[in-house]
């Protein structure tokens, strides 16, 4: 018999019944349902709205059944429909009359609203960490190639000389925007929506605040209506979990570039490739790949979401037992990738010869002389000029600036020199370059630094 089965005469239909349960996904939110369940009851109890002894009773049976869920000794029913129903009926299964007491100034509505913040306020600081996990992985990277010349690449073509760690910096500060996001995220998700009934609270003398601090929330929701209608924390997390994902996707396309025989800048171990079944040559980067793929899927979440929300009216709708799939998915997408793509980079091995060759060989170097004529006098437009002048000409007899006499240079401008050759090298291009934020090495450190320092703050609390 359904719990809400008092004003029906007829049984739900079975079609009904299997299309109404969300008792196959939202079984994962036992845990939330449970605490929260034990933090209403002992208030009720403190509250003298029910008796102190049943209130003890109701927590002692809840705190079991948490264990013999985690124990799997239980089986839930699509015919108490969600999470909510069937921990309740097994409570009353077990306890008997003082079972039904639990539900008093209380809706499933608010219920599941306190839950699934719940769920979504302890999943997202496990995505918090495993991105600390791979932004100290990236410094340790960088470290090692603080020296190690790249390429750097605008429109995909060679631009100016960088480094490698000042390219995986790169990621870093991205990667620090994703934990600042969601630590920012969890500020306004933090309030605490149970009391608010199904909309309009309750006439009991319900104390909200008690069970805010006994869940760890600092707050209590303001308005019941907005309480019990609200999913703006899921979809702040879904874009919090898509932002992550876009990040990862396009360091795996760099990736799955650089370990490509066009660039050979890196190679993925064994571990984290695979081989094709019918060319023996093969070694695939399929992790970096199924990153960039599954980012459309976390992507599709956000877009579920805000779609489901859409036009809503106030306050609860049956529309909205249909958001959380969504956000499992997409937690569950991020917590496969983080760390699989987390000890994929940790176990790369950086060719550090093949960078330095396809720096040396694209006139990254280009502005750089342009500038070196700018310091003996000429204007920035002349020299540029001057210099393209000079690219062209090395293009045409298959030349580098590197390579170019001195005469070659003194014919398209008397202003050269021969400190040109150590003006234009590779190193000094670098060195140059230490403005903060800039890829000189002792720029880079600094960021390193300020990286790791930012990881320290956080795994300290
Ligand atoms: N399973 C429902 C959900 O996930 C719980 C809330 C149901 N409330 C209601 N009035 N039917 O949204």
Known sequence: MKLWSGRFSKDTDKLVNEFNASIDFDSRLYREDILGSIAHASMLGIQGIIEPFEALKITKSLEEILEDIEAGNIQFSKDNEDIHMNIESILTLRIGETGKRLHTARSRNDQVALDFRMYVIKELGEVRLLILDLIDVLCTISKENINTIMPGYTHLQRAQPITFAHHLMAYVSMLKRDVTRIEDALVRIDEMPLGSGALATTTYPIDRQSVAKKLGFSKITENSLDSVSDRDFALEALFCLSAIMMHLSRFSEEIILWCSWEFRFIELSDSYTTGSSIMPQKKNPDVAELV?????????????????????????????????????????????????????????????????????????????????????????????????????????????????????????SPVFDTDVYDYISLETCLANRKVPGGPAPESVLIQINSAKDFIKERKIK
């Open 292 to 412: 960039r793929g599954k980012t459309g899927r976390v992507y599709g979440s956000l877009i579920t979401l805000l779609t489901l929300m859409k036009g809503l009216p106030l306050a609860y709708n049956k529309d909205m037992q249909e958001d959380k799939e969504p956000v499992f998915d997409a937690f569950d997408t991020v917590k496969a990738s983080l760390p699989v793509f987390t000890a994929m980079l940790s176990t790369m091995s950086v060719k550090s010869e093949n960078m330095r060759s396809a720096a040396a060989g694209g006139f990254i170097n280009a502005t750089d002389c342009a500038d070196y004529l700018v310091k003996k006098g000429l204007p920035f437009r002349e020299a540029y000029t001057i210099v393209g002048r000079l690219v062209s000409q090395c293009i045409t007899n298959d030349k580098t600036l590197e390579n170019l006499s001195i005469d070659e240079y003194k014919a398209v």
